[in-house]
């Protein structure tokens, strides 16, 4: 089959596209035709060579976390699907399984090929839903999951006004239009960007500066910013606010340099929160969407990664594979 690979560690510029053998499923597994995928920062975070020591990676190395496609071979054991069910959803390289969850976790064998290998029994492979085609399905688990575990932990309240820090991203995206339903948006964006937020749901757009940054604000989400550097944020808070960030390293309250903030740091591993069954009945109600900036093919996999990577992007990134 043909995959995207990377053949060491190294930037994303170094990985390559080629033909390596399709994995085939053992008990409990089932392989997927992937029909498109999407780019997540754990694509290059890995392959950097930043955790080697404890998460270390065998190559060639398939990236890849979010997709959409069609069953076509089951393990032994596997009751909740069959061949030809559409199937989507997020899995991790089976080298950092420990962030696939606890209970069940979700490991895969990478999305960014033509098939690949997923564990059956997880909270975040589900069935497609038909009003959701392969790459709108393909662009949403990890958002969709992330927007809404975010929106149960922390809401917006009827009537506040809240400031969310990188909202063009691809949880930004996705969560803005639940952010607004309640209530007034103030996003971060550039100016190329500015009117695809407001149509998002922002009242207002502001630049990146943290000297824009609106003072007293019922609430923020962080969505960007590394979590040891939001004192600039919490400072827009009024007092009692809420900060509600979704990035590493997790922010410590000392790190504020206020004491009256309400700290939410949103992690869900095991679908506790609501999994991929959830992500697909609120998308196919039409609740939940992730809106794609670009589209690429398999053979371009490589570039929509450096894109991810090097360029400022708009939504989500989605590979369409096209499988032999």
Not at 75 to 98: L, N, W, Y
Not at 99 to 109: K, M, N
Not at 284 to 298: E, Q
Request: net charge negative.
């Amino acid at each position: 089959m043909k995959a995207v690979v990377a053949n060491d560690y190294g930037p994303p510029e170094t990985y390559t596209v080629a033909e390596i053998p399709a994995p085939r499923p053992g008990p409990g597994q089932i392989q997927v035709r992937i029909a498109a995928a999407s780019v997540n920062p754990a694509d290059t975070v890995l392959l950097a060579g930043a955790f080697r020591e404890d998460f270390p990676l065998e190559f060639p190395h398939v990236p890849g976390n979010d997709f959409a496609g069609t069953v076509t071979e089951t393990g032994p054991g596997v009751d909740g699907f069959r061949v030809g069910d559409e199937v989507f959803g997020h899995a991790v390289p089976r080298a950092i399984r420990v962030l696939g969850g606890v209970e069940r976790p979700s490991v895969g064998t990478g999305a960014l090929a033509q098939y690949a290998v997923f564990e059956a029994d997880t909270p975040f492979i589900a069935h497609r839903p038909p009003e959701l085609d392969a790459e709108a399905a393909a662009a949403l688990p990890t958002v969709g999951l992330t927007a809404r575990a975010t929106i149960a932990t922390a809401p917006a309240k009827p009537g506040e006004t809240v400031l969310v820090v990188g909202a063009t991203g691809g949880v930004g995206t996705a969560l803005l239009p639940l952010l607004a339903a309640e209530a007034t948006v103030i996003a971060t964006a550039t100016t190329e960007d500015a009117d695809l937020v407001r149509g998002l749901g922002a009242s207002e757009v502001i630049g990146y500066d943290p000297a824009e940054y609106p003072a007293g604000v019922d609430a923020v989400y962080n969505l960007v910013l590394p979590g040891d550097r939001l004192e600039g944020v919490a400072a827009t808070l009024r007092p009692g606010g809420r900060l509600v960030t979704i990035t590493y390293p997790v922010t410590q309250p000392e790190q504020l340099g206020r004491d009256d903030v309400d700290l939410h740091f949103v992690l869900d591993m095991d679908g506790r929160l609501g999994g991929m069954a959830e992500v697909a009945a609120d998308a196919a109600k039409g609740l939940l969407a992730a809106p794609i900036g670009r589209r690429y093919t398999l053979d371009q996999g490589p570039q929509a990664i450096i894109d991810f990577q090097r360029r400022h992007t708009f939504g989500k990134l989605v590979v369409r594979v096209a499988a032999d």
